[in-house]
């Protein structure tokens, strides 16, 4: 039959994409999804390798899916951000939301056994318990080697407890996502994962796979990096002596805290950063900016944990949690030094995860992406600064001390702020990553102008979209300001990268 049809073009088969750009790239993060949204059962993620097990191009001539819902393709990026698109605030750092906290589960148990504010755990046994949910994707540690997680359907309380705590290395969620709906025919299901996990089941919802419909809420986990398993453990065993069943778990604080049946090691994260995936190292999402309810640490606080609120579904299920007393909540303006960590931590991920995207892409030919590409051109060239300039800018003065600076930071949630002089002229443009170098004890004594860019990228209101884009590509900045033409120290207003995305998401609406 093959041949009276002529030959199969291999380039309309999705797995030898797939293949080339991420499995052979060692970009895989391992989640299981292609296993979980093949067709024909042709994937299947075995040992710490994804396989094909057996030529699906024998039965089909196109198959797009498997490389499309894969997180770290470039597909379905702009599709998938409308799940949170609607959120009425939006910042670099952070990405789309509608609130910011601190929480810590109510029950102290749960606090103790997680390190951090057991907020995930008391969530998803609150949704469990009042059925609000019918199941959750959890990933548990192992038996026999505790350090790695195996991700499972969580159908009762005890599931959800003992799968508490974080675990460093990749856990199949999505394949475990897909069995939930295959296997045990569950409809409300949340779904715990860190950016890259969660970034592939909103593409499944994008792509309008079957499985997708059945997510009720999806919980993400901010994340620096996972590590590589294999080479982790051989590093703790050649450097520390510890052996994979010694460990009883892993925590992050400033350090990478590692408790053995021995004892406590703690290992500064630079020592071991060699070992995390080379996917992460493109990665720019640090909070989960996909998910409806986002959870990280609350460093230096003990005991609580941060959370982002960013979809109606995430609102509606936390503040029902809240209101049954499973969870304290605080506001993250009193905590200005967990916002401020927050804050640099995501914006440091992001600028690290286009540095290196550039160069990979210079040594692959293609691109790496886990951002929104920014290349529909057309759209962007249709579009004038003025019709999208933010112009309701907070500018700050330049003999601001730092130290109130932060604390504008903190109550405004704004990452960046144009410069004035006594004269009201543009004089520079300050971010909260210069301003959170400076050293606690100096904060009092230096000035906005100490540390400000004085170099500004500066566009016209009758400039276009594309101009911006070139323009902030050119200058690899992530925001520009707009000038009168008549008076280039004349602020008018501002534009971020954010603000072309929307451009993007407006037209393919
Ligand atoms: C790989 C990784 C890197 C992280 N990096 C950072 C960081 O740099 N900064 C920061 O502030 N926070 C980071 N976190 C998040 C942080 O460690 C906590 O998971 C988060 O604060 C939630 O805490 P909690 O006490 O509310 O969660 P808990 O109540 O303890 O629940 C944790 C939940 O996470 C799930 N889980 C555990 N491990 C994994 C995994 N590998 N994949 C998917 N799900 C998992 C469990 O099933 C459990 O449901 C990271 C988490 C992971 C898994
Ligand atoms: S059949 Fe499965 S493995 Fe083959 S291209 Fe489609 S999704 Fe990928
Ligand atoms: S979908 Fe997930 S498991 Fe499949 S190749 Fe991509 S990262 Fe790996
Ligand atoms: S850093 Fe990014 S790619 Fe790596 S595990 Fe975290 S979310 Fe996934």
Known sequence: MRE????????????NVLEKKIINSNFCTLCGAC??????????????????????????????ICYEICPHSEALLLRSLKCVSNAPLKNEAFGYYRKIVIAQ???????????????????????????????????????????????????????????????FFPSSVAKAFGSAVTGYGKTRIAY????????????????QHK??????????????????????????????NIYPAEIKQMRLSKDFVIHTTR???????????????????????????????SVGGAYPLEGWSTVIIRTEAGEDFFNKAVAKGVLRVQPIEDQ??????????AMQKRTAGLKKGRELEKTYGYTFVSTIPLRETESLARVKVEDIMTRDVVTVNEKLPIDNLLSLMVQKHHVGYPVLNEKGDLVGVVTLEQASQIDKQK?????????????????????????????????????????????????LGIVTKSDLVEILLKQST
């Open 192 to 207: 715990v994962g860190v950016p890259c996990h969660t970034r592939a089941l909103r593409k499944i919802e994008a792509w």
């Open 211 to 240: 499985i997708g419909s059945s997510l009720k809420i999806s919980i993400g986990l901010f994340c620096f990096g996972t590590f590589s398993h294999a080479s982790l453990l051989d590093h703790l065993e050649r450097e520390y």
């Open 105 to 167: 589960a109510a029950e102290e148990s749960l606090r103790v056994q997680s390190g951090g504010g057991g907020v995930v755990t008391a969530l998803l046994k609150f949704g469990v318990e009042t059925k609000e949910i019918d199941s959750a994707i959890v990933s548990s540690a192992e038996q026999e080697r505790p350090s790695k997680p195996k991700a499972s359907v969580a159908l009762v309380p005890d599931d959800i407890i003992s799968a508490i705590g974080s675990k």
């Open 263 to 293: 004892g406590i090691i703690r290992i500064p994260l630079e020592e071991i950063e060699d070992h995390i995936m080379p996917s992460c190292g493109v990665c720019t999402d640090f909070t989960d900016e996909l998910a409806d309810i």
């Open 35 to 64: 296993e979980a949204v093949c067709p024909v059962g042709a994937v299947q993620i075995e040992g710490d390798q994804v396989k094909r097990v057996y030529n699906c191009a024998d039965d089909l001539d196109l198959c797009p």
């Open 4 to 15: 009276i049809l002529g030959p199969k073009n291999n380039s309309l088969i999705a797995y």
């Open 336 to 345: 200005p030094s967990v916002y401020e960590r927050v804050i640099r931590a």
């Open 443 to 491: 904060r009092r004594e230096t000035t906005v102008e100490q540390v400000m860019h004085k170099k500004l990228v500066k566009v016209l209101p009758g400039e276009t979209g594309l101009d911006v884009f070139k323009k902030m590509s050119e200058h690899e900045m992530g925001r520009v300001v707009v000038v009168d033409p008549s008076n280039k120290s004349k602020l």
